[in-house]
């Protein structure tokens, strides 16, 4: 099976950068994607890593290392909207998106 | 297109009771996913759908859940003899099946079940 873990909660103040941890337990997988979920929305996604390395999306960056099944994701110049659940994700080999409990972001002023 | 739309948005139902919730996906997407949220967890996997064919279903769904496909466009999500531990936010999302777009899902807003 797979499985992800992350920390459930995560603070933070405006403009400071932030980094969310992720590491998992997996056979075999495609990538790790990274979704956005604010209160009462539905996720959106982020970012994706196929390699291991780092991808840059404008402020958001994740990284993905397989040796050591882990990965993040780098918020920077954080702002108030920011604020939100995150959530890593695994693309297994049978084609499903398995998700990660999520982080709570809060951004204070 | 409007995105992924789901209906009914809310559903509050007594136990007992039989459910069915509908999702259409992007047009030209292949890849339909159901998956389940309660608050402050991650979406949990349902069950999927490349075209009208159902891939997998989750080991955990029991079997009052079934979720049909049958032109490889919209799909139904009908949850039988609801239970209270049904109650949650049922979540629908599409993508393009192959390659790395296979990662990128797009939600729908949900539907949110409450079952008394």
């Known amino acids: 099976g797979q499985s992800l873990e992350q920390p459930s909660e995560v603070t933070a103040v405006e403009g400071a950068i932030v980094q969310i941890n992720c590491t998992y337990q997996?056979?075999?997988?495609?990538?790790l994607s990274w979704y956005q979920q604010h209160d009462g929305g539905a996720p959106t996604f982020l970012s994706y890593n196929g390699l291991d390395g780092l991808e840059e999306t404008g402020r958001f960056s994740s990284f993905l290392s397989r040796s050591d099944s882990y990965g993040y994701l780098l918020l920077q110049e954080l702002q108030m909207k920011d604020s939100a659940s995150y959530f890593c994700?695994?693309?297994?080999?049978?084609?499903?998106?398995?998700f990660g409990q999520g982080t709570e972001l809060s951004v204070k002023p | 297109d409007t995105g992924v739309s789901q209906d009914p948005r809310h559903k509050i139902t007594k136990r007992g009771q039989n459910v069915t919730f509908r999702c259409d996906p992007i047009s030209e997407h292949n890849r339909l996913y159901w998956y389940r949220q309660t608050l402050g967890q991650g979406p949990e996997f349902l069950t999927y759908?490349?075209?009208?064919?159902?891939?997998?279903k989750s080991r955990l769904l029991s079997d009052r859940f079934s979720a049909e496909r049958p032109k490889g466009s919209f799909s139904t999500l009908e949850i039988q003899r609801t239970e209270q531990g049904d109650s949650a936010m049922y979540l629908c999302?599409?993508?393009?099946?192959?390659?790395?777009?296979?990662?990128?899902?797009?939600f729908g807003a949900g539907s949110r079940l409450t079952v008394l």
């Open positions: 997996t056979s075999g997988f495609y990538g």
């Open positions: 759908f490349q075209n009208e064919a159902q891939l997998e």
């Open positions: 994700a695994l693309l297994g080999q049978g084609g499903k998106l398995i």
């Open positions: 999302a599409s993508s393009i099946g192959t390659g790395v777009l296979a990662n990128v899902l797009t």
